[in-house]
């Protein structure tokens, strides 16, 4: 991207992490090139490497950076790169960042300490190390569903006062009344991203600048026109185009995210199923569901 200031605004592809039929012991970089290519093809304006979506705990360190200097090398400016480099380690998280941002990261997204449980306090220092570690701009990812801790608005206001640099949050609280929050007490200091496809057109319609999207995997530009139509204001037909996707966003989580994701992608041929353990494939009738629901989609939009 080029020196003028990110906005962080828009659709945010958590990319997948495709792997060879082999138990998943490589990375399909083929099958990698190909989906960075459609999310670009899209107009997409940012790919998220290394995410959730991404398999990131199952990643070892080498392959976290391969992902991340390749997204960069693919995306040639034309979208913006938000490598996830967040750990339950504050130490790791300041290695893994900085090796981010040497790879030509735009920005590093760090998510919330999981397992630790880390008190209001720890979070904060953990966030502000961080952050001052790095010159790119940093994302705060929030997700207690995952990490068991909650980060607080007023915890996020502290971090924002102290860390320049730390420009959005991914909020995948589940809760609308959380971004409103944020928005209300810290207002355009920085800019709230949903973590939840299925609440992305209500948490724009409180302040939410955009979304960090697993179904865009599958459907990167219907994704990017529901959301850019919100954010225009065309609310009529963000609700139309929003509530046509709904199905697709819920099915994307029928089972542990990436596998409805993958399988999606798998059942139209671009990469493979296989995921790392300790997740499994879907099952057989969550297969047979996401192809469903996909194929309900696409009659619906012709």
């Not at 059942?267 to 469903?292: D, F, N, Q, T």
């Amino acid at each position: 991207m080029s020196n003028t200031p990110i906005r962080f605004e828009g659709t945010f592809t958590a990319i997948v992490t495709p792997f060879k039929d082999d138990a998943g012991k490589s990375i399909d970089w083929d099958g990698y090139d190909k989906l960075v290519a459609a999310q670009l093809d899209a107009k997409v304006e940012g790919i998220v490497p290394c995410g959730t979506t991404g398999e990131s705990p199952a990643l070892d360190h080498e392959e976290q950076l391969e992902l991340i200097r390749r997204t960069v090398k693919l995306a040639k400016g034309k979208a913006i790169v938000l490598a996830g480099t967040g750990s339950n380690s504050t130490r790791a998280a300041i290695q893994l960042s900085q090796a981010a941002e040497r790879a030509g990261a735009d920005a590093v997204m760090v998510v919330v300490p999981y397992y630790n449980k880390p008190t209001q306090e720890g979070l904060v220092e953990h966030f502000v190390a961080v952050a001052a570690s790095v010159k790119v701009p940093v994302v705060v990812y929030n997700v207690p569903g995952r990490t068991s801790v909650d980060l607080s608005a007023a915890s996020l206001a502290k971090i924002c006062e102290r860390s320049p640099n730390v420009v959005a949050t991914k909020e995948a609280t589940g809760n609308v009344l959380r971004a409103q929050e944020i928005v209300r007490t810290i207002g355009d200091r920085i800019s709230v991203l949903c973590g939840d496809d299925a609440l992305t057109l209500p948490m724009i319609a409180v302040g939410a600048r955009g979304v960090i999207s697993v179904s865009s995997n599958v459907y990167p530009a219907e994704v990017t026109r529901a959301t850019r139509l919100a954010l225009d204001g065309k609310f009529e037909e963000a609700r139309r185009a929003h509530l046509a996707l709904c199905a697709v966003h819920e099915v994307m989580f029928v089972e542990a995210n990436p596998g409805p994701a993958k399988a999606a992608l798998a059942h139209r041929g671009l990469i493979g199923e296989v995921v790392r353990g300790p997740l499994a494939p879907v099952s057989a009738a969550s297969r047979a569901k996401v192809i469903e629901v996909l194929a309900a989609y696409e009659a619906r939009k012709s």
